[in-house]
């Protein structure tokens, strides 16, 4: 594992909060992996999901900031240099938000997006 920069991949605090209280109530991970994979309605999409140290892929990247581990394979954080996950809270839409630089058009789901 090798772990990447703060300037490739940045997270706001709130989205670090969020990570590290949804990892204190799923018990078993210890970690988040974050992603694009082929899917969605524009070709790509964003995922997250629950990690165990013990289980993580040799070949993630890893970004620890002392509340919670996060996880990015090599291609996916290719895609996501340069942006900003953030977590927001706007009326009944709340979850993780990703604000890519090089996402191209994003569709109305916004999970699923192209890019350059």
Do not use: W
């Not at 920069?5 to 078993?28: R, T, V």
């Not at 942006?83 to 191209?104: C, M, W």
Request: aromatic share 12%; charged share 25%.
């Amino acid at each position: 594992m090798q772990t990447f920069s703060p300037q490739e991949l940045k997270f706001s605090e709130k989205a670090i909060l969020h990570f590290a209280s949804s990892l204190k109530n799923n018990g078993k991970s210890d970690g988040v992996r974050i992603g694009v994979r082929k899917a969605g309605c524009s070709g790509s999409e964003y995922f997250f999901e629950f990690v165990e140290t013990s289980l993580a892929d040799t070949n993630d990247f890893i970004f620890d900031n002392g509340k919670c581990k996060i996880y990015v394979d090599k291609e996916s954080l290719n895609y996501l240099k340069g942006s900003l996950v953030d977590y927001s809270e706007d009326g009944r839409n709340q979850g993780i938000k990703f604000h890519n630089p090089t996402a191209k058009a994003v569709c109305g789901c916004r999970e699923s997006f192209t890019h350059h």
